[in-house]
């Protein structure tokens, strides 16, 4: 039962930043064919596989694997941080 907790919550998380991120791009750019290739793209590409870090064949290249992943979050991050709303933006969704 707790597994069954685990594995939705982890879901619930997923889907909910996947879904602010959607929105935002959407709010930002005002394509819809561009948010759906973004999720196409989501879906086909899946989580990350880590039970590769558990399997011996990979041992050797677990640091790659760890490094690979990490610059792919910080890239994420930083790509996204080009994306924050201009003040002017904000102001015409208030108004």
């Known amino acids: 039962m707790g ?3 685990v594995m939705t919550m982890f879901q619930f998380t ?3 930043l996947f879904g602010a991120y959607a929105a ?3 709010i930002r ?3 819809l064919p561009a948010i759906i290739v ?3 793209f989501c879906n086909y590409m899946g989580l990350p596989n880590l039970a590769v870090f558990q399997q011996q ?3 050797n290249y677990r640091w790659i694997l760890v490094i690979a992943y990490g610059a792919g979050i910080i890239g994420f991050i930083l790509g996204f941080s080009t994306l924050l709303p201009d003040s ?3 102001q015409d969704l208030v108004v």
Request: aromatic share 20%; charged share 15%; with cysteine.
């Open 57 to 59: 064949m990979y041992r």
């Open 14 to 16: 997923y889907t909910t």
């Open 38 to 40: 973004c999720h196409a």
């Open 29 to 31: 750019t005002a394509s």
């Open 3 to 5: 597994r069954l907790v």
């Open 88 to 90: 002017d933006l904000l």
């Open 24 to 26: 935002y791009a959407y």
